[in-house]
Nanobody, 121 residues
């Protein structure tokens, strides 16, 4: 099995910054796409940003220019640097990853447990 563990959430004032981290552990041969999603109260979960193992990043329009996704393949970690935070960024942020346990198996998709980000004065 694979576990994704997020960290770095918290309370921040509007205009502030936070950096989220997500570490994948367990039976991992390789990880393809990693990403961040978020879910605000009463809303559906939405994509924030994704980063393939060797491709270009993708961002939701609402976070372009403010958030940056990056990854450390050697440590199976994905990051989300969030700058110029707004109250509407308040949500639970979830890590997501497409993981192959060994070279003979297909990829499986995994989710972390989520970390709360609250932007408020």
């Amino acid at each position: 099995q694979v576990q994704l563990v997020e960290s770095g959430g918290g309370l921040v004032q509007p205009g502030g910054s936070l950096k989220l981290s997500c570490v994948a552990s367990g039976r991992i041969f390789n990880i393809n796409t990693m990403g961040w999603y978020r879910q605000a109260p009463g809303k559906q979960r939405e994509l924030v940003a994704t980063i393939p193992r060797g491709g270009s990043t993708n961002y939701a329009d609402s976070v372009k220019g403010r958030f940056t996704i990056s990854r450390d393949n050697g440590n199976n970690t994905v990051y989300l640097q969030m700058n110029s935070l707004k109250p509407e960024d308040t949500a639970v942020y979830y890590c997501n990853a497409d993981v192959r346990a060994n070279r003979f198996t297909r990829e499986r998709n995994y989710w972390g447990q989520g970390t709360q980000v609250t932007v408020s004065s």
